[in-house]
């Protein structure tokens, strides 16, 4: 390496003088593995049920390397928390792949256990999400209940982005067992909002909004 000292004006060169310095290096580099840090995120799905109770559903969810860590509430039910702990798995370039198998304790109106999912495929500009868990009721096994959110969305130049959504739940009352609905949102530096409308055509429609921050 070449180094260069200016002194009064001229130019003198110090060949070795860096070589020769101590080097220092990241706690992380010492030790022979990348950092590794938290991430979180915080969202709230705000619904507007027709003939029933409004509903937040408000999730938090912590990342450490290949852990995953959440917190539900008014998921399964109103009045109703769940804390889940996962393993992370990605594969692949092009199309890629995202599998979270969690394990989640249900408590509060109803209580439980809930084997569960989170999975994202992406491929281009073409994402499908879906988070799915089974419930098992611990007292009563008639209200065992395979619980189901999915989304399969484009996104456009901007972060904008459009697509199709479904879900499955017994959080309120619906004359369907799976609605379907549209979905349209965007990113805003660190936060993403959407608005989803289930079951136009079918009943009279259920509107959701989200925000979900990352940090």
Known sequence: MLATLVLTGHAVAAQGMIDAAPTTSAPSEVHGAPARSWSYSASLFQYFVPHDQDLAVPMLTADHDRLHLEARYNYEAL???????????????????D???????VFGDVQGIAPGYELTLSWS???????????????????????????????????????LVVQRTLA???????????????????????????????????????AEVGF
């Not at 609605?179 to 289930?198: E, M, N």
Request: proline share 2%; net charge negative; no cysteine.
């Open 172 to 210: 309120y009352e619906t004359s369907l067992d799976l609605q379907r609905g549209l979905l349209a949102g965007g990113s805003f530096q660190a936060v993403d909002l959407t608005a989803y409308v289930f079951n136009l055509g079918w009943e009279d429609p259920t509107v959701v909004i989200s």
């Open 125 to 163: 500009r073409i994402e499908l999400y879906s988070e799915g868990e089974y419930f098992l009721d611990s007292g009563d096994d008639a209200e065992d209940f395979f619980y189901n959110w999915s989304e399969l969305s484009i996104t456009r130049t901007g972060g904008w982005r459009a697509g």
């Open 79 to 97: 009045k109703t928390g769940s804390a889940w702990l996962g393993y992370a798995f990605s594969a692949g370039n092009q199309l890629k792949i």
């Open 99 to 105: 599998l979270t198998p969690m394990l989640g304790g």
